[in-house]
């Protein structure tokens, strides 16, 4: 099984996840910028994050193996916060970096007038750039905010399959699959999906736009989720095809639209002397 996990929060895991992810399939990734989960206070903290992003965190993944891409975006807890906001001005140069496949996280948080904004502001950003799109969907009022983001997307001139709508759900994939967007799903614990819901919305709605991910971050989650699923696939008949649909070709195809995508084999670990800045993956080099 090869697993392309559309949606992974890694500078929230461990190295041993890492390991974990590549023993299962895991061969590529991508890594949405998002909310650390304590309020930034300054542009400045945006711009280290996304820096790590682009840099150390790929160098991280490519010593197990893995090819690490990201998207960069404001995301929409932080469209709040006058702060946070000026970042919008720095996000183009970053928007033109090697291993930056979306604009993303963008969407709704609590569906405010300044996340409308930003929402709207960062559309216009893909279309500049010629970039696909990955929104998140707020966790309260998610159908709200589904109707909401197809409206958003439908104004912004973005043509509807470079658009992936996430974290969906019983309740807001009808409309997602009927606009022609890509279905998101995060098979997460207690917040989200299962893979026991996810088998049944892909006996309902088929493989065709799907993306499943882990959406692994410094919660409760799990990076094995992808492959979990795959399994679950598996045991209710699907083919080893349509999981390899699933959990490669349609990441693949969704986030190809940037024309970045790097997913030649990696050997991991091949010279413990590898650095990134003067940092090794091993902390203090030597054998592993």
């Avoid at 993944?61 to 893995?66: D, K, M, N, R, S």
């Avoid at 970042?87 to 979306?102: I, Q």
């Avoid at 950003?125 to 969907?137: F, I, K, Q, W, Y």
């Avoid at 974290?167 to 699959?177: C, G, M, P």
Wanted: glycine share 8%.
């Amino acid at each position: 099984m090869r697993i392309f996990d559309p949606h992974v929060h890694m500078t929230s895991r461990t190295t041993d996840d890492y390991e974990a992810m590549r023993a299962a399939g895991v061969r590529a990734l991508v890594e949405p910028a998002f909310w650390l989960g304590q309020p930034r206070t300054s542009v400045g903290s945006f711009t280290d994050y996304f820096d790590a992003l682009i840099g150390w965190e790929r160098f991280r993944a490519a010593q197990f193996g893995i090819r690490h891409h990201c998207t960069i975006a404001l995301n929409p807890k932080e469209a709040n916060d006058p702060r946070c906001t000026p970042v919008l001005d720095v996000l183009p140069r970053y928007l033109e970096k090697d291993g930056v496949v979306a604009v993303g996280e963008i969407g709704f948080d609590s569906m405010t007038p300044e996340e409308d904004e930003a929402f709207a502001r960062q559309l216009q950003l893909a279309v500049e750039h010629d970039l696909p799109a990955l929104v998140h969907t707020p966790h309260r009022d998610k159908a709200a905010g589904t109707r909401r983001t197809l409206d958003l997307v439908k104004e912004s001139g973005l043509p509807v399959e470079r658009v992936a709508v996430d974290h969906l759900n019983e309740t807001t994939v009808r409309a997602v699959a009927d606009s022609g967007a890509w279905m998101g799903f995060s098979i997460y614990p207690d917040t989200k999906m299962d893979e026991h819901r996810m088998v049944a919305l892909l006996k309902e709605y088929g493989t065709e736009r799907v993306l499943v991910n882990s959406a692994a971050d410094w919660g409760r989650s799990d990076p094995l989720k992808t492959h979990k699923t795959g399994l679950a696939m598996l045991e209710a008949g699907f083919s080893e095809s349509d999981v390899d649909d699933v959990l490669w070709r349609n990441p693949v195809e969704f986030y190809g639209q940037s024309g970045r995508l790097l997913l030649d084999d990696l050997p991991g670990f091949t010279a413990s002397s590898d650095t990134f800045s003067g940092n090794s993956v091993l902390r203090g080099g030597g054998d592993r």
